[in-house]
């Protein structure tokens, strides 16, 4: 499966991005995916993980409430809304294409074997 993701760019404070995450390479979508951040020099952390038909979302803490991952078949989708200097990082897209049942390790990155090339995300304050 490739993921391509797409609408990063620079936003002030306070404002929304939403981000996008084609997949392609297979006939069907029915499996687990996420999202993922990461700036320069910081290990990848989890922001967000959406089962295969978008019924159940997870959120780490410092998203919920702001971020909303959804997702129609093969693409997935992020609103980000009151979006902080924070917030600045690289955004990926990742599948798990080999699982259809959600699990509890989806929040960190070693059951995704699909991973985008990242778009970024630039917050002003």
């Known amino acids: 499966v490739q993921l391509v993701e797409s609408g990063g760019g620079l936003v002030q404070a306070g404002g929304s991005l939403r981000l996008s995450c084609a997949a392609s390479?297979?006939?069907?979508?029915?499996?687990?995916m996420g999202w993922f951040r990461q700036a320069p020099g910081k290990e990848r952390e989890f922001v967000a993980a959406i089962n295969w038909n978008g019924g159940s979302t997870y959120y780490a803490d410092s998203v919920k409430g702001r971020f909303t991952s959804s997702r129609d078949n093969a693409k997935m989708y992020m609103q980000m809304n009151s979006l902080e200097a924070e917030d600045t990082d690289v955004y990926y897209c990742?599948?798990?294409?080999?699982?259809?049942?959600?699990?509890?390790?989806?929040?960190?990155?070693?059951?995704?074997?699909?991973w985008g090339q990242g778009t970024q995300v630039t917050v002003s304050s």
């Open positions: 990742a599948a798990d294409t080999d699982s259809f049942k959600y699990r509890s390790d989806y929040v960190t990155s070693a059951p995704y074997d699909s």
């Open positions: 390479g297979r006939t069907t979508s029915s499996y687990p």
